[in-house]
């Protein structure tokens, strides 16, 4: 298992030297470990260059069912602790860029204060992204929106407004509430959310299209180019708590709001520690913005 956990650390940094620091061997005991499973499997897995290393046509084929069998290894690793008890384990969650930044700090801060031996694994990503990882089982469960999901689990945690961001000097800003249809013919800034976002439904809703410029994966970045004035945003209330850019925020017509659920396969198949860490969400969950 080692050759397999070796090889993903490498795809993931690209490079043989990196991801022996990374795993504490040398570069000739990676290079023998790799060389022992392309022996194993008659595959030539990895294609060495002076800037890196890459995974062949060949080893790309292989590499999910790899890494399937790496996540399967880590299950019964972890299963393996939840029978000793909760001292040790390892969460592994998917969030979204606003959880990350509001929810995270003081969650992860009081969950170790109970349990200090247990790990995370944190992933940043969007719906799409997240509900890919769980239906591959690189996480245990992510923060998602029920109705931008299919085939799992989903318990609702909480319900959040979603704002106009506008540039200070913007004519709009002027109004207390904005009409879509006023916002629609606006340099729009569209978040990039994967295959659902919760703004594009509403202006569908009400039969109009937003005039989308840039499609960006990072609510923070969208910020600073509506601040520019390159354009106007619609983003959740929940990330655009504690910022000081120039921009000024304003409820639409109709109103939007975005569902915050947690989701995974199965709960029976949740390791404990994840058990644990979402039983204790959903005590705080009442103090969260």
Not at 48 to 57: M, S
Not at 113 to 118: A, D, E, I, L, N
Not at 186 to 198: C, K, M, S, T, V
Not at 256 to 277: E, N, Q
Request: charged share 20%; hydrophobic share 40%; net charge negative.
């Amino acid at each position: 298992m080692n050759r397999y956990i070796a090889l993903q650390k490498i795809v993931e940094l690209g490079s043989f030297s990196k991801a022996a620091e990374a795993l504490g061997y040398s570069q000739s005991a990676m290079s023998q470990m790799i060389a022992s499973l392309e022996e194993e499997l008659s595959v030539k897995l990895l294609n060495r260059f002076r800037t890196g290393a890459k995974l062949t046509i060949e080893g790309a084929e292989l590499y999910p069912y790899l890494e399937k069998t790496i996540y399967q290894y880590l299950a019964v690793q972890e299963k393996a602790k939840e029978i000793r008890g909760l001292e040790t384990g390892v969460i592994r969650m998917g969030t979204l860029a606003s959880i990350s930044a509001h929810w995270m700090p003081g969650l992860l801060k009081d969950f170790q204060t109970r349990y200090p031996g247990v790990e995370f694994v944190i992933h940043q990503g969007d719906y799409t992204s997240i509900q890919e990882w769980i239906r591959t089982g690189a996480i245990d469960f992510g923060f998602v929106n029920p109705k931008a999901v299919s085939g799992m689990e989903t318990i609702v945690l909480k319900e959040g407004a979603m704002l106009a961001v506008l540039p200070e000097n913007h004519p709009l800003a002027e109004k207390e509430v904005i009409p879509l249809e006023d916002l629609a013919p606006e340099p729009f800034i569209l978040l990039e959310e994967g295959h659902y976002y919760e703004p594009l439904e509403a202006f569908k809703s009400i039969g109009v299209s937003p005039n989308i410029k840039y499609t960006i994966h990072d609510d923070y970045a969208i910020m600073t180019m509506v601040e520019a004035g390159l354009g106007v945003s619609i983003l959740a209330e929940l990330v655009l708590h504690r910022t000081n850019y120039r921009i000024v925020l304003r409820p639409t017509l109709p109103a939007i709001s975005r569902t915050i659920a947690i989701g995974y396969k199965d709960k029976s198949s949740l390791p404990m520690a994840s058990r644990r860490f979402i039983e204790c969400l959903r005590e705080r969950i009442g103090q969260l913005p």
